[in-house]
């Protein structure tokens, strides 16, 4: 398995390429799923210990419950379904976390209730949806979730390798073999 600074180096080594194919005016918001996606949504978030995991700092908890329903190198390591299911669950948690806050508001400050139900989380949803630089802002995470999972299966393979040339050789000290 690939550690996460070779997983880090190989992005951004692959960023220029993806940027060819991007449309100029669609740069920036490309570019930034593609790095939030190689250094923050990582398919290894699923993994307590990782260096996507550990970059959340103290909001790294936020993380627990994905990781514990995922297995490593599962669904979260597949192409687009596994983009979309760290994105999906970020939203799950930012709509959860508005009706929270709107239930302790209610009690504690109603002025900011108002302000809550003036900020409606399925009609801000529904506006990003439609926005095409959000798209490209997906395609970029996308595209850092294709080279971070084609990275893992090169070095799979390649480790198979090894282990099949090396196996069954028996190595003496002191004959350098």
Not at 1 to 27: I, R, S, W
Not at 70 to 99: A, D, K, N, Q
Not at 155 to 160: E, L, N, T
Request: proline share 6%.
């Amino acid at each position: 398995m690939a550690l996460g600074k070779k997983h880090d180096f190989v992005n951004l080594l692959a960023l220029p390429f993806c940027l060819y194919y991007t449309p100029k005016e669609f740069y920036l918001p490309f570019t930034a799923g593609y790095l939030l996606g190689t250094f923050l949504l990582s398919p290894d978030l699923d993994l307590p210990q990782s260096h996507p995991s550990r970059r959340w700092k103290t909001l790294r908890f936020i993380w627990r419950p994905y990781q514990l329903l995922s297995r490593h190198r599962g669904v979260s390591h597949v192409p687009v379904l596994g983009t979309f299911l760290r994105l999906g669950y970020l939203i799950v948690l930012f709509v959860f976390l508005y009706f929270v806050l709107l239930g302790i508001s209610r009690q504690y400050a109603p002025q900011l209730t108002e302000l809550l139900l003036a900020l409606d989380p399925f009609e801000l949803l529904g506006y990003f949806a439609q926005r095409e630089e959000v798209f490209y802002f997906a395609l970029g995470v996308v595209a850092s979730e294709v080279f971070h999972v084609a990275l893992d299966v090169f070095d799979s393979f390649f480790a198979k390798r090894r282990r099949r040339k090396t196996r069954g050789k028996k190595y003496n000290l002191f004959s350098g073999g």
